[in-house]
């Protein structure tokens, strides 16, 4: 059975920094690629970073250089470092595989930024 939990999500202020992690299980984690996607309310849930079995990463201009995506194997966790973190970021987070998502998602974590 596929599962995701995520974990990390707190209120933070502007230009502050925070760590995420997903554990997740019921897949071949490894051979796949993830991402973490994010949503607010009244929008869609978008991609805003994405590892391959290869570690190699890509993300969404609008986190370029302040989010860095990793993952752990062995642990069948990905994390996702966020720096610089602006209003914007506020959201609810969410990992799944990165380039055809499963229909099943975990509780997401809030990321809420604000002074």
């Known amino acids: 059975q596929v599962q995701f939990v995520e974990s990390g999500g707190t209120l933070v202020q502007p230009g502050g920094s925070l760590r995420l992690s997903c554990a997740a299980s019921?897949?071949?984690?490894?051979?796949?690629?993830m991402g973490w996607y994010r949503q607010v309310p009244g929008k869609q849930r978008e991609l805003v970073a994405g590892?391959?079995?290869?570690?190699?990463?890509n993300y969404a201009d609008s986190v370029k250089g302040r989010f860095t995506i990793s993952r752990d194997n062995a642990k069948n966790t990905v994390y996702l470092q966020m720096n610089g973190l602006k209003p914007d970021d506020t959201a609810v987070y969410y990992c799944?595989?990165?380039?055809?998502?499963?229909?099943?998602w975990g509780q997401g974590t809030q990321v809420t930024v604000s002074s």
């Open positions: 799944n595989r990165r380039n055809v998502p499963f229909d099943v």
């Open positions: 019921g897949f071949a984690f490894s051979i796949y690629g």
């Open positions: 590892i391959n079995s290869s570690d190699n990463t």
